[in-house]
């Protein structure tokens, strides 16, 4: 049960893009259409952005996308604003009931 | 409000034991599945354990497998943890999470701290 791979810090100017790149193992990024992604700001609990990849919940904005490809996944914050400025974390089933997290992303708005 | 509120964090010894409770209200937890994360000061999300809508299947990290047991009381609505033989390295912010999608958290609660230590 190793945790998934993210970049320690990504960063971008308000209104840029940034993209967060989340990988894992062919057990679990690999094996199923369920990477989710989580905001979490200082002192709160995580927030949900993405489920299975791609979907996003009622509410959070579309300038959040996810997608994959094999082992990896990545979420993308289109027109970055302060309040994206946050730790980003990625998730995957990894089977027989087993969860596990990504390392996690702060996300620096310049 | 559709909510959960942890309780029962606190300050434990190592070896001791500790029961957190999560409370679900507006929502029926044995319609969900429920899961627990923890959090170590400064560190990132550690998945913990699960729960299904039946009951009748629970999943557990290698870390806390054996030691921790995670049940529900549907009559209370309430979603429970089971921590014993506990280390200084479960001290975490502990969160009650709804898997409210498939593979996927949508509603947490504010988290409760254990603290492991002598």
């Known amino acids: 049960q190793s945790a998934l791979t993210q970049p320690p810090s990504a960063s971008g100017s308000p209104g840029q893009s940034v993209t967060i790149s989340c990988t894992g193992t062919?057990?679990?990024?690999?094996?199923?259409?369920?990477v989710s992604w989580y905001q979490q700001h200082p002192g709160k609990a995580p927030k949900l952005m993405i489920y299975e990849v791609t979907k996003r919940p009622s509410g959070v904005p579309d300038r959040f996308s996810g997608s994959k490809s094999g082992n990896s996944a990545s979420l993308t914050v289109s027109g970055l604003q302060a309040d994206d400025e946050a730790d980003y974390y990625c998730s995957s089933y990894a089977g027989s009931s087993i969860y596990v997290f990504g390392t996690g992303t702060k996300v620096s708005v310049l | 409000e559709v909510q959960v509120v942890e309780s029962g964090g606190g300050l434990v010894q190592p070896g001791g034991s500790l029961r957190l409770s999560c409370a679900a209200s507006e929502f029926t937890i044995s319609n969900s599945w429920m899961h627990w994360v923890r959090q170590a000061s400064g560190k990132g999300l550690v998945w913990v354990s699960q729960i299904s809508s039946s009951g009748s299947s629970t999943g557990y990290a290698d870390s806390v497998k054996g030691r921790f047991t995670i049940s529900r009381d549907s009559a209370e609505n309430t979603l429970y943890l089971q921590m014993n033989s506990l280390r200084a390295e479960d001290t975490a912010v502990y969160y009650c999470?709804?898997?409210?999608?498939?593979?996927?958290?949508?509603?947490w609660g504010q988290g409760t701290l254990v603290t492991v230590s002598s």
């Open positions: 062919s057990s679990d990024v690999g094996a199923y259409d369920s």
């Open positions: 999470a709804r898997g409210g999608y498939r593979y996927a958290w949508d509603l």
